[in-house]
């Protein structure tokens, strides 16, 4: 069935990069949106990016600041975020997630409807 499996977290000093990569399966063509959230430790979980699964455009947080780039492969079944400048707020567990069933929604966690493991990034100096 629907499987989304994130990998590319690790730990890196403030201003490197990470690149996350969902690879998934499962999940139907109609699939409206892909996205990144984050949980930190002790926060809420909070929206990172998507994109449109049809249209590809893309929604950033205010707090990506131009830093990280959401992007989907189709070919090869994967949602990748480039992550630049990364900082230690940036530090959290990332989920990728699949929002199968609503249309224009690209930001709501709680209409996202499968979910990773998740992948932990952890930014220290």
């Known amino acids: 069935q629907v499987q989304l499996v994130e990998s590319g977290g690790g730990v890196v000093q403030p201003g490197d990069s990470l690149t996350l990569s969902c690879g998934h399966s499962g999940l139907p063509f109609k699939t409206y949106a892909m996205g990144w959230f984050r949980r930190a430790p002790g926060k809420e979980r909070e929206f990172v990016a998507s994109?449109?699964?049809?249209?590809?455009?893309?929604y950033y947080a205010q707090f990506v600041r131009g830093r990280f780039a959401v992007s989907g492969d189709r070919a090869n079944n994967s949602l990748i975020l480039q992550m630049d400048g990364l900082e230690p707020e940036d530090t959290a567990v990332y989920f990728c997630?699949?929002?199968?069933?609503?249309?224009?929604?690209?930001?709501?966690?709680?209409?996202?409807?499968?979910w990773g493991q998740g992948t932990q990034v952890t930014v220290s100096s």
């Open positions: 994109l449109n699964s049809i249209s590809y455009e893309k």
């Open positions: 997630a699949a929002n199968r069933f609503y249309a224009g929604i690209y930001t709501d966690s709680r209409l996202f409807d499968s």
